[in-house]
């Protein structure tokens, strides 16, 4: 089973690697983006209660202060703040989990995280957190 196929099972399972795989590019993100991160681990991997919805949207409002444009990719830090906002979402609606999976693995991609390092910390060889349930 390939990463995508592995991450499309559940919700809390795909946000729980994915927010552990932005611990990768942290420093590609700008304050605006950490604090969105620390509260995804929040949730996703302390089970926190947080705000995502404010989190996203101060994301996309700092991309479009930045560019312009919010869905403009123009370096590393876009496409982190792409992948973070991946994670901002609650889990209402899983049947834009194949899409919003799809797409944070792109910008992974782009970001040179390699899947094999993605599949590692699904299977929780990850040092920061425990293994994805």
């Not at 991609?109 to 293994?131: C, Q, R, T």
Request: glycine share 6%; charged share 25%; with cysteine.
């Amino acid at each position: 089973m390939d990463i995508f196929d592995r991450l499309t099972q559940e919700w809390p399972t795909a946000m729980s690697v994915l927010t552990t795989a932005l611990d990768l590019v942290r420093d590609d993100l700008p304050g605006v983006g950490r604090s969105a991160l620390s509260m995804a681990e929040g949730r996703w991997l302390k089970g926190e209660p947080g705000n995502l919805t404010a989190s996203r949207i101060a994301c996309w409002e700092y991309l479009q202060a930045r560019n312009g444009n919010s869905t403009a990719i123009a370096d590393r830090e876009d496409f982190a703040m792409r992948a973070l906002i991946c994670v901002l979402y609650e889990d209402e609606d899983q049947s834009d989990i194949g899409e919003t999976v799809g797409f944070a693995l792109d910008m992974f991609a782009a970001l040179e995280v390699e899947p094999e390092s993605l599949m590692a910390i699904a299977d929780g060889a990850h040092p920061s957190v425990d293994p994805a349930p």
